[in-house]
């Protein structure tokens, strides 16, 4: 009898969650839907043999802290070309309809959240997992169950045993306005927009903190093997018969005045919504037109998406504040008078530094314009002088550290000033160790920005030899950790010791010396003993280290505290020496070679590869790259110094036959020196209209990517 309770209990709170937060049309009160919800979770507790990761009470969310898992994607989530040009959009249509006639297309709004990839096993919610680099991403499960709008079980009939669901994680603005008053309350940073809010909310290790932020869920896009559809219009209509959130704005057209009407109404019509939107979204609706049109390498040729153009407002700046950053750098922000600017009310907006502030003449005081475009962040872009005052004064630029009070200073050749104290101004510290316990530097899993924060404030860290230090004691009892997560922190960091010498020298944080200018000199100089004893002369004679990065280097190790810090790091068993790795082969000796786009391995496997078999990485293009290896959405820039130097462009897989004997350089690509280099292998070629400037996006729209029959 219990358990049969504990089902319909939990049948009854899936219907009324579909009602309220999907179909806007509850049945029920609050009172009786939190009475229904109080006994399953008493049932429950009393019986745990009955637990089920997709009932209904999950979506009260959990207080343990999550690491997130990297989930390789079954199908790529690809970008999606854009366009800001309805001429554009019509030549895109219109090349369609040359090379497959007359056919509907399926509009859209663009959400402008954060993309996320559901896949469902036997009618229940296996996994939920992000874009990432859209190979893989990072599997949220545990924080999109507590999403009200995304059915844990579906409902109805007809669905694939397993099937994958793409759509977009939003924070409607309601949600948003609230968790920004929260922070402002709170002295915390405030979120810029929803998307960043929603993203952020995402990634939360908490997913109880998930819960209560208010997230949503639309969805848009199928993907599967053998899915039972002929159109996407069909596979939409059956999806949210099966309960998932499926947006009742989508519209067939069927020519380009259709798809004008629509775009011109959602244009204005957007502001009324609750949510973000930042553009429409234009779908072949025909699945077998979709496979006779294909793919480039970078997106589908079946879909575009029209963003609509950045709006603007004036308002008041009410005063200026500074930021300061890792490197000491100070960035100005705008304090506005509230405004509304694409469905959110902007209270800050990025000044850039002192010479933008200067060109613009901005003064506290003034009506200024403020504009932003999807996810930009807020920016000022003029002035209203009719409106000045006429007392008005222009605006002095700081001259000392609004943190630490230390006079700021100004490198050559840069916009920015800069405060010196780095041993002494919390935001610099702070940052600094946040960079030295990232992914690509020592790797300390289980430490955020607040609780580096948190650390700070109660005097346990003053820099990163500190956290060699902490114990778990000291730990647990803080705000948002306990005994599990305080273990788990000192764990990490004892496994940090073992990190390779390159990746602690990039943890230092030494101005410009960047993850791959680390690894070069790691490589030249073997040891942090070598590298600290080296002259400014014998450092620009390390690849990619040139006389301003070799004078940070210097000027960095003259720091009697940063010694100290090397020292303790030193003693507590950090990597200051490179370990010999062997060669796979010698296949790339001598050849110095540029990784430039998106590849089915990642960037840092493309280049372990080359470095395992003979080859040096370059960051840049010169004259003294051997050549390029190109994948999807290779930079334009680099390619057009390439094509000037003459420097051959190999394929992914070109590149793979080079390494594996399987092919001689020079066998394939363009020859060097005569003229253009050939595109990559799978890649689009370059074109000439309309066509070939629209952009990229990335919008999850487009799952079928190259795995076959999807549909």
């Known amino acids: 009898m219990v358990r049969e309770r504990i089902e319909e209990l939990r049948r009854q709170l899936e219907r009324h969650n579909y009602k309220y937060y999907v179909e806007n049309n509850p049945e ?81 709004l663009k959400f402008d959240g954060t993309a996320i990839s559901l896949t469902y096993e036997h009618g229940r919610l296996l996994r939920a997992v992000t874009r990432g680099d859209g190979i893989e991403g990072d599997d949220v499960t545990a924080n999109v169950r507590t999403v009200r709008s995304v059915p844990l079980r579906l409902q109805g009939e007809g669905w694939p045993d397993y099937f994958e669901i793409r759509g977009e994680i939003l924070m409607p603005y309601a949600s948003f306005d609230r968790l920004n008053a929260e922070r402002e309350a709170n002295g915390e940073q405030l979120f810029a927009n929803p998307r960043n809010a929603a993203a952020g909310t995402l990634k939360q290790q908490a997913s109880a903190v998930v819960a209560r932020r208010g997230l949503d869920c639309t969805l848009y896009q199928l993907a599967g093997d053998n899915l039972p559809f002929t159109s996407h219009w069909e596979s939409l209509l059956k999806a949210r018969e099966w309960g998932f959130k499926v947006s009742e704005h989508m519209r067939i057209c069927h020519n380009v005045t259709e798809i004008d009407e629509f775009i011109n109404h959602w244009d204005e019509a957007r502001r009324q919504l609750p949510f973000p939107t930042d553009g429409v979204v234009i779908k072949v609706n025909d699945f077998a037109v979709r496979r006779q049109l294909g793919f480039t390498a970078k997106a589908p040729k079946w879909a575009v998406a029209y963003k609509f153009k950045a709006e603007q407002a004036l308002t008041r700046l009410e005063s200026v504040s500074f930021q300061v950053g890792r490197t000491g750098a100070i960035t100005p922000v705008a304090n506005l008078e509230p405004v509304l600017l694409a469905g959110t009310t902007v209270r800050r907006a990025t000044l850039h530094n002192a010479e933008q502030m200067a060109l613009l003449d901005i003064r506290p005081g003034d009506m200024v314009y403020v504009e932003k475009g999807g996810e930009i962040i807020p920016k000022i872009t003029g002035v209203d002088l009719s409106q000045r005052p006429a007392d008005s004064r222009p605006f002095e630029y700081i001259s000392v550290c609004p943190e630490c009070g230390t006079p700021l200073v100004r490198y050559e050749g840069e916009a920015k000033h800069y405060c010196p104290n780095q041993s002494g101004c919390r935001p610099q510290i702070i940052g600094r160790i946040i960079h030295f316990i990232r992914r690509k530097a020592l790797d300390i899993e289980g430490l955020g920005e607040e609780t580096v924060e948190l650390l700070y404030d109660n005097s346990l860290v003053r820099n990163v030899a500190d956290l060699y230090d902490l114990r778990a004691e000291q730990l647990a009892p803080l705000p948002r950790l306990g005994e599990k997560s305080a273990d788990n ?12 010498f390159h990746r602690v020298l990039f943890g230092l944080g030494i101005r410009f010396v960047g993850e791959t200018t680390a690894k ?62 062997p060669r796979e082969s010698e296949a790339l000796a001598g050849k110095r070679i540029v990784v430039s786009g998106r590849f089915s391995r990642s960037r840092d496997e493309m280049k372990e590869l080359i470095e395992r078999h003979g080859g040096k990485n370059l960051a840049a293009v010169s004259g003294s790259v051997d050549f390029i290896v190109a994948g999807a959405e290779m930079g334009p820039a680099k390619l057009r110094k390439a094509e000037k130097l003459g420097i051959r462009i190999l394929s992914e897989e070109e590149f793979m036959a080079m390494i594996e004997g399987h092919g001689e350089e020079g066998s394939s690509g363009s020859d060097s020196g005569t003229g253009a280099p050939e595109p990559p292998a799978g890649t689009a070629p370059e074109k000439e209209g309309p066509e070939a400037s629209v952009g990229r996006t990335a919008e999850a729209g487009a799952p079928e990517a190259r795995q076959g029959e999807l549909f």
């Open 28 to 108: 029920i009160s609050d009172f009786e839907f939190d009475a229904l919800m109080r006994e399953l979770q008493d049932l429950e507790q009393a019986h745990p043999e009955f637990a089920d990761p997709n009932s209904p009470s999950v979506r009260v969310g959990s207080d343990l802290s999550a690491d997130f898992a990297t989930v390789r994607h079954r199908y790529p989530m690809l970008s999606l070309g854009n366009t800001y040009s309805l001429d554009e959009l019509h030549e895109f249509i219109a090349r369609i309809e040359r090379e497959v006639g007359t056919t509907d297309f399926v509009c859209e």
């Open 489 to 500: 922190i000192i764990r990490s960091i004892e496994r940090s010791k073992q990190v390779p």
């Open 520 to 581: 070069y000199l790691a490589e030249h100089f073997r040891s942090l003993d070598a590298v600290m004893q080296a002259s400014r002369e014998e450092l620009v004679e390390a690849d990619e280290v040139g006389e301003r990065i070799a004078d940070a280097i210097v000027e960095y190790f003259a720091d009697g505290t940063n010694l100290e810090i090397i020292r303790r790091l030193r003693a507590a068993g950090l990597q200051f020496e490179a370990s010999e790795r």
